[in-house]
Every structure is written in structure tokens, then in C-alpha cells.
């Protein structure tokens, strides 16, 4: 079965970095258009960023744009996401997603459990 694992997650100060690692397995990884989304506390989940099947396109939240940094290595069946200069408004659950190159969650077909990313101010 489609497996996507998320780490990566923990505590950071206000201005760090921390990078997300999505590993997945059960599916043709190098077919697949991979999002991230997080979901803070009270609030939907938002859409954070997506890269296309080749790595050749990205697109970003505008909350995160200049911030965050969205990767791929297939080979390695894993994408990542670089989130420097991180903000309190940051913290939640990143969740990575395999399927549409979309903003929208419903066009994700697979989903990971999450990882929980907390910015302290």
C-alpha cells in the first residue's frame, strides 16, 4: 500500500530553520506531483507548496514565499521542504500529499500522518 512518511518536525525559535523530509513508498514516486499542506490548531488545512513529477516546477503559499524551499530526489523516492526564517504563525501539522499540481487538498490522492513543527516567539 501507498506509504508517505513524514520527520523532520520539532521545536524551533522564532528566525530557525528546519527541514521536513516526505519519504514514500507503493507508488511510482517519480509520476507523482508531491504538495505539502499544514494545519494549525482550530483552523483548515492550507495549502504550503508543490513541486511537479520532474522537480522542474514549484509553486508556494505567498505566507511562505522567499521563506520555504520545496525539493525532490527521486532516486531516493523522498521530497523535502526547507523552511527558514520561521514565524509563530508557522506552527502546525505539515502534512506531504501525492497527486494533482494543485493548491487544493482535494486533488491529492495519498496523504502522510504528519509531522508537528511549533515556533516559539
Known amino acids: 500500500q501507498v506509504q508517505l512518511v513524514e520527520s523532520g518536525g520539532g521545536l524551533v525559535q522564532a528566525g530557525g530553520s528546519l527541514r521536513l523530509s516526505c519519504a514514500a513508498s507503493?507508488?511510482?514516486?517519480?509520476?507523482?506531483?508531491m504538495g505539502w499542506f499544514r494545519q494549525a490548531p482550530g483552523k483548515d488545512r492550507e495549502f504550503v507548496a508543490v513541486?511537479?513529477?520532474?522537480?522542474?516546477?514549484?509553486h508556494y503559499a505567498d505566507s511562505v514565499k522567499g521563506r520555504f524551499t520545496m525539493s525532490r530526489d527521486n532516486a531516493k523516492n523522498t521530497v523535502y521542504l526547507q523552511m527558514n526564517t520561521l514565524k509563530p504563525g508557522d506552527t502546525a501539522v505539515y502534512y506531504c500529499?501525492?497527486?494533482?499540481?494543485?493548491?487544493?487538498?482535494?486533488?491529492?490522492?495519498?496523504w502522510g500522518q504528519g509531522t508537528q513543527v511549533t515556533v516559539s516567539s
Open positions: 513541486i511537479s513529477w520532474s522537480g522542474d516546477n514549484t
Open positions: 507503493g507508488l511510482t514516486f517519480s509520476s507523482y506531483n
Open positions: 500529499a501525492a497527486g494533482g499540481y494543485n493548491v487544493r487538498a482535494s486533488e491529492y490522492d495519498y
